[in-house]
């Protein structure tokens, strides 16, 4: 009876903390909607998925991608052009009366924001600098996904309106953790701004964007960034992009089927185990490339201009179109197939004669 009588104790002794940061993080109100609309420079909204049939997909498919067939991706710029501040934790923008601009964390959704700590802001800050003019860019960096989607798409859309490039670009210092967000960096040439987990930034006025979600639009523009050498499309490798068994969603029997990949004349890759550098050279020779769903499929962008086939592989119970519209908006070929259900331990089996009959059909039909 010790260890739920300790366990019972642990959190009784952590409540009175978390009551504090729950009442702390709520002293400071969300700034209306109407008082920052006269700071909105661009606001619209598309639907990624809307002109894309899935007909041609199987039917366990199609009725999942048809599930955000209507969704709506919201994008808008806006100019905070009073005094206010950038605080270090999540990158809220604070104004001077001391309202947060829930818009200035374009990736949260107001129901789940944790607002930023009133002690700090209002009585413990510990260090500031001072800029001008800033721009702020947040959201997930730490997935290679997200960070090329959300991240470097919102770098796009502030150079699609026009917005000053060399004006300071604000990330938060806990972000440049991984590796490949540390290469982009070096390759994209801005005013980049690290900010640390203490130091306010304190600035006359500021740009915060959210740019649209799932569009080829910013892919392109991140290409033209990266200004890398275009796709050899007489370069025609053949990937299977496995996961390791330490990440979220492997294949059960991943030996077997990485077995009949090779037989059909693929190279079993992990691009955890390569550099960003080294994953643009590989992708921009692959001209089929099989898949496991996950963020190292975003690399099909590196092909382009030239072709390339997509065969992206599912546990039953996790099928979404990102890497579909992506592919499509490349003009890329893709197809799909479905393994077994993820449960509650990240592996997934799949059918090794299924896979096989449909990794020929795919080589033959594309």
């Known amino acids: 009876m010790a260890r739920p009588r300790k366990s019972i104790m642990k959190k009784l002794i952590c409540l009175p903390n978390k009551i504090l940061t729950t009442l702390d993080e709520n002293l400071l109100p969300f700034l209306p909607a109407a008082t920052l609309a006269p700071y909105c420079v661009q606001q619209t909204h598309c639907q990624p998925f809307q002109d894309f049939s899935f007909d041609d997909l199987d039917p366990a498919i199609i009725s999942a991608f048809n599930v955000h067939k209507d969704l709506i991706a919201p994008e808008y710029l806006y100019h905070y052009t009073q005094p206010c501040s950038i605080e270090p934790r999540r990158g809220w923008v604070i104004t001077q009366d001391h309202r947060v601009i829930f818009e200035s964390l374009p990736c949260v959704k107001r ?9 700090r802001q209002r009585i413990a800050r510990k260090k500031t600098q001072y800029l001008p003019v800033a721009a702020s860019i947040r959201g997930s960096w730490t997935n290679y996904w997200h960070f090329h989607d959300n991240a470097l798409g919102q770098l796009t859309y502030l150079d699609r309106c026009g917005v000053d490039p060399d004006i300071p670009i604000v990330i938060t210092q806990k972000k440049l953790g991984p590796n490949f967000v540390q290469e982009v960096m070096k390759k994209i040439k801005r005013n980049w701004v690290i900010q640390d987990e203490e130091t306010f930034i304190e600035t006359d006025q500021v740009y915060f964007c959210k740019n649209a979600s799932f569009v080829d639009t910013h892919f392109k523009a991140i290409l033209s960034l990266l200004n890398n050498p275009p796709a050899d499309p007489n370069q025609n490798e053949k990937i299977f992009l496995t996961r390791s068994q330490h990440r979220k969603r492997h294949i059960q029997n991943a030996e077997q089927i990485e077995n009949i990949a090779r037989a059909c004349g693929f190279r079993v890759i992990d691009s955890d185990d390569l550099s960003y550098l080294e994953q643009v050279a590989l992708f921009s020779t692959t001209r089929y490339l099989v898949g496991i769903h996950g963020a190292g499929l975003t690399n099909i962008i590196h092909r382009s201009p030239a072709h390339l086939a997509l065969l992206e592989i599912f546990p039953k119970n996790l099928i979404l ?13 893709y197809d799909a197939l479905c393994g077994g259900e993820e449960h509650n331990k990240p592996y997934f089996s799949l059918d090794p004669e299924v896979f096989e009959d449909r990794l020929k059909r795919f080589l033959s039909r594309y």
Do not use: N, V
């Open 111 to 119: 129901e789940k924001a944790h607002k930023p700590s009133f002690y």
């Open 321 to 333: 179109p990102y890497y579909f519209r992506l592919a499509k908006g490349f003009g890329f070929d």
